[in-house]
């Protein structure tokens, strides 16, 4: 059984409100993932937007889905997080090759941090 990460695996926060299913609460858990970034836990590798920009974007249904891609620095997991405007959140951890493997719309407020990361595993 894997180990329990501190960082990641308390990200998520839970909601019945909308079904008899317990699903994410897709903004609750947008908090949560923004303020693990915030304070250097969770690195953003690639997105659809900037986690500052998530909210007022899925708010305004901008797109059908906004996906962020994000390395836990406290135990080096990849984890995906994605809304979708009329789907249940999602939040897991991934293999490395999902990143390059997503198929990314471009869009303006793409972010693409992949270079630096892999620039900083490098070394």
């Not at 008899?20 to 947008?30: C, P, Y």
Request: charged share 25%.
């Amino acid at each position: 059984m894997p180990a329990i990460c501190a960082t990641h695996d308390s990200l998520a926060v839970y909601s019945t409100m909308r079904s008899r299913h317990t699903e994410i609460d897709a903004f609750a858990t947008l908090d949560r993932v923004r303020a693990a970034a915030d304070a250097g836990q969770l690195r953003l590798l690639r997105a659809d937007c900037p986690l500052e920009l998530t909210e007022e974007l899925v708010t305004r249904e901008a797109k059908y889905s906004f996906v962020h891609f994000l390395e836990c620095r406290g135990c080096g997991a990849f984890v995906f997080f994605g809304i979708h405007i009329r789907g249940t959140p999602i939040l897991k951890t991934v293999p490395f090759e999902n990143i390059d493997h997503w198929p990314w719309d471009n869009t303006e407020t793409q972010i693409d941090n992949m270079p630096e990361y892999l620039a900083d595993t490098a070394r």
